[in-house]
C-alpha cells in the first residue's frame, strides 16, 4: 500500500496591532502610494512587546487541530518552521509541543527563511509517505519584526508577523502529489541576517542583527526561480496549467506574484492574495493566505493547489496538493 499524506485542517493568527504605510513614512523616506504601487502592501500585523513566535504558533495550531478534530494525543510529529525562533534552543517546535500538550513524538524546527514552510511541509509529507509519522502538525511562525531595521525603508515596508498550521495526515490516496525543494547558497548575502550565533568579535565589529536585503536582485532571482519551480511541479505529475484551481504564493511583492500568475497563465481570481492587509509574513506566509481562503470559502474541498515559496539561501519551493 502506498502512503501519502493529506491536508485535514488549517489555522493562523495574526496579531491585533496593525502598522500602516502612514505610520512608515513618518519614521522612514517612503509614501503610502510607493509602497503600494511597488508592494501591494497597504498594512501589516505587528507582534505585541511581549508575545513571541511560539505564542502565535500555539493559536494557529491551535486552530488547524480545532477543524481537523483531533487532540494532542493524535499528533506524532511537529515541525516547525521560522526564521524567528524563540530561542537559540531548544526549538520552537519543542515550546510548542509543550504548550499544546502533545508528547512523545519528534517536534524540530526547519529554517529556510520564507521557504520555511513548504521546506517544512515536505518534510511531513515525506516523513508520512515513508511510513515514520501518521499525523504531523506542520507550522509556520514569525517574528520578522524583531529582526527588521526600522530605519531601513528597503525592508521595514515589506516585512510583518504571523503565524500559520496545517494537519497532514496518513491516506491511502493523495493529498499531496509531489514537493520540489531547490537551494543556492552562492547567494547567502543577499538576504541575510548576518549576526546571531557569533564567533569571538573582541577584534572587530559583530554582523548585524537585522535584516539586510538587496530587493531588486532577490526580486529578479526569484521572479526566475518560482517560474521554474511551478512548472516543474506540474510536469512531474503530468498535469497542466488549466488544472491548477488556486495559486496559493508565499506574499513577497505582488509583483512577484503577477508574474507567476502569467507564467502559470492564470487569472489573479485563482490567486490567493494577503499581502495587501498582512505583508511579508515570511515562512507564515503560505499557510495563513491557505487558511485564509479555506475559511473564507474560496478553497473548496477536491480542488488543486499549487503552493510556492521563495527566500534567503536562497531557497525555494513548491508543493501540488490535492485539498
Ligand atoms: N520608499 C521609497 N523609495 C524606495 C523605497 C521605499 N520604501 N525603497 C527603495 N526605494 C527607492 C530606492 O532607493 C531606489 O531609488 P533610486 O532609483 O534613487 O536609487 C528606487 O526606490 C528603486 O529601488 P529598487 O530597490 O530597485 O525598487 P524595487 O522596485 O525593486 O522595489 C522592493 C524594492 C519592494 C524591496 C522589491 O525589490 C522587492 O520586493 N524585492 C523582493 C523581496 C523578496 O522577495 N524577498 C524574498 C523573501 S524575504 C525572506 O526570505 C526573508
Given at each position: 500500500?502506498?502512503?501519502?499524506?493529506?491536508?485535514?485542517?488549517?489555522?493562523?493568527?495574526?496579531?491585533e496591532?496593525?502598522?500602516?504605510?502612514?505610520?512608515?513614512?513618518?519614521?522612514?523616506?517612503?509614501?503610502?502610494?510607493?509602497?503600494?504601487?511597488?508592494?501591494?502592501?497597504?498594512?501589516?500585523?505587528?507582534?505585541?512587546?511581549?508575545?513571541?513566535?511560539?505564542?502565535?504558533?500555539?493559536?494557529?495550531?491551535?486552530?488547524?487541530?480545532?477543524?481537523?478534530?483531533?487532540?494532542?494525543?493524535?499528533?506524532?510529529?511537529?515541525?516547525?518552521?521560522?526564521?524567528?525562533?524563540?530561542?537559540?534552543?531548544?526549538?520552537?517546535?519543542?515550546?510548542l509541543?509543550?504548550?499544546?500538550?502533545?508528547?512523545?513524538g519528534?517536534?524540530?524546527?526547519?529554517?529556510?527563511?520564507?521557504?520555511g514552510?513548504?521546506?517544512?511541509?515536505?518534510?511531513?509529507?515525506?516523513?508520512?509517505?515513508?511510513?515514520?509519522?501518521?499525523?504531523?502538525?506542520?507550522?509556520?511562525?514569525?517574528?520578522m519584526?524583531?529582526?527588521?531595521?526600522?530605519?531601513?525603508?528597503?525592508?521595514?515596508?515589506?516585512?510583518?508577523?504571523?503565524?500559520?498550521?496545517?494537519?497532514?495526515?496518513q491516506?491511502?490516496e493523495?493529498?499531496?502529489?509531489?514537493?520540489?525543494?531547490?537551494?543556492?547558497?552562492?547567494?547567502?548575502?543577499?538576504?541575510?541576517?548576518?549576526?546571531w550565533?557569533?564567533?569571538?568579535?573582541?577584534?572587530?565589529?559583530?554582523?548585524?542583527?537585522?535584516m539586510?536585503?538587496?530587493?531588486?536582485?532577490?526580486?529578479?532571482?526569484?521572479?526566475?526561480?518560482?517560474?521554474?519551480?511551478?512548472?516543474?511541479?506540474?510536469k512531474?505529475?503530468?498535469?497542466?496549467?488549466?488544472?491548477?484551481?488556486?495559486?496559493?504564493?508565499?506574499?513577497?511583492?505582488?509583483?512577484?506574484?503577477?508574474?507567476?500568475?502569467?507564467?502559470?497563465?492564470?487569472?489573479?481570481?485563482?490567486?490567493v492574495?494577503?499581502?495587501?492587509?498582512?505583508?511579508?509574513?515570511?515562512?507564515?506566509?503560505?499557510?495563513?493566505?491557505?487558511?485564509?481562503?479555506?475559511?473564507?470559502?474560496?478553497?473548496?474541498?477536491?480542488?488543486?493547489?499549487?503552493?510556492?515559496?521563495?527566500?534567503?539561501?536562497?531557497?525555494?519551493?513548491?508543493?501540488?496538493?490535492?485539498?
Amino acid at each position: 500500500m502506498t502512503n501519502f499524506s493529506r491536508i485535514i485542517g488549517t489555522g493562523s493568527y495574526l496579531p491585533e496591532r496593525i502598522l500602516t504605510n502612514e505610520e512608515l513614512a513618518g519614521r522612514v523616506d517612503t509614501s503610502h502610494d510607493w509602497i503600494v504601487e511597488r508592494t501591494g502592501i497597504y498594512e501589516r500585523r505587528i507582534a505585541a512587546p511581549d508575545q513571541t513566535t511560539c505564542d502565535m504558533a500555539e493559536i494557529a495550531a491551535q486552530r488547524a487541530m480545532e477543524t481537523a478534530g483531533v487532540g494532542a494525543d493524535d499528533i506524532d510529529l511537529i515541525v516547525l518552521a521560522t526564521c524567528t525562533p524563540d530561542r537559540v534552543f531548544p526549538s520552537t517546535a519543542c515550546l510548542l509541543q509543550e504548550r499544546l500538550g502533545i508528547q512523545g513524538g519528534g517536534a524540530f524546527d526547519v529554517t529556510a527563511a520564507c521557504a520555511g514552510f513548504i521546506y517544512a511541509f515536505a518534510t511531513a509529507d515525506n516523513f508520512i509517505r515513508a511510513g515514520a509519522a501518521k499525523r504531523a502538525l506542520v507550522v509556520g511562525a514569525e517574528t520578522m519584526s524583531r529582526v527588521i531595521d526600522w530605519n531601513d525603508r528597503g525592508t521595514c515596508i515589506l516585512f510583518a508577523d504571523g503565524a500559520g498550521a496545517v494537519v497532514l495526515e496518513q491516506s491511502d490516496e493523495p493529498g499531496v502529489y509531489s514537493t520540489h525543494l531547490h537551494a543556492d547558497g552562492r547567494y547567502k548575502d543577499l538576504l541575510a541576517v548576518p549576526g546571531w550565533v557569533s564567533p569571538d568579535y573582541n577584534d572587530q565589529p559583530a554582523p548585524s542583527p537585522f535584516m539586510t536585503m538587496q530587493g531588486n536582485e532577490v526580486f529578479r532571482v526569484a521572479v526566475g526561480s518560482l517560474g521554474d519551480v511551478v512548472l516543474e511541479a506540474l510536469k512531474a505529475n503530468g498535469l497542466e496549467r488549466s488544472d491548477v484551481d488556486w495559486l496559493i504564493p508565499h506574499q513577497a511583492n505582488i509583483r512577484i506574484i503577477q508574474a507567476i500568475a502569467r507564467r502559470l497563465r492564470l487569472s489573479m481570481e485563482q490567486v490567493v492574495t494577503t499581502i495587501e492587509t498582512q505583508g511579508n509574513t515570511s515562512a507564515a506566509s503560505v499557510p495563513l493566505a491557505l487558511d485564509t481562503a479555506v475559511r473564507d470559502g474560496r478553497v473548496k474541498p477536491g480542488e488543486l493547489l499549487l503552493l510556492e515559496a521563495f527566500g534567503g539561501g536562497f531557497a525555494w519551493g513548491s508543493a501540488l496538493v490535492r485539498f
